[in-house]
């Protein structure tokens, strides 16, 4: 598997490396730096402790864990772009009936680095036609 240079900085004390988990793995995990509990429908901001640089060209993609999403934890928002050199903050949402615990030093989102390409975007007046045309929700069918 290919892989890419990607400097990293700590900001926070406890804060700890990416690390993908299998030799597999699209996406490495991160970790939050603090505690928090996240009640039945509440959204809120996980500091990660750690801000990125990526190359010109890559943006990080962020994913929830499958372990929280079958709890009811899933991500907000989840993508930093190739500038951004600020904090890696998670935005994590309760949808369970449920407290939820998040301690000091959990995985809470995975990050895929995929690559980027840019639009130059032209008006016209006709698109090209396809079998499926403008046909919306469910036009291809359920099965």
Request: charged share 30%; glycine share 10%; net charge neutral.
């Amino acid at each position: 598997m290919e892989k890419i240079k990607i400097r990293f900085k700590k900001l926070h004390s406890s804060a700890q490396v990416p690390v993908y988990k299998s030799d597999g793995a699209a996406a490495f995990d991160i970790y939050s730096v603090e505690d928090k509990v996240l009640k039945p429908g509440e959204t809120a901001l996980i500091s990660t402790g750690i801000s990125i640089e990526l190359k010109e060209g890559y943006c990080l993609q962020l994913w929830d864990r499958s372990g929280l999403g079958a709890k009811g934890i899933h991500r907000f928002a989840g993508l930093i772009d190739s500038d951004y050199r600020g904090e890696i903050k998670v935005v994590l949402h309760n949808s369970s009936d449920t407290e939820y615990k998040i301690e000091k030093g959990d995985r809470v989102i995975q990050a895929s680095i995929v690559p980027v390409m840019q639009a130059d975007f032209e008006e016209s007046s006709e698109l090209s036609e396809t079998s499926r045309g403008s046909g919306g929700f469910h036009s291809t069918g359920k099965k």
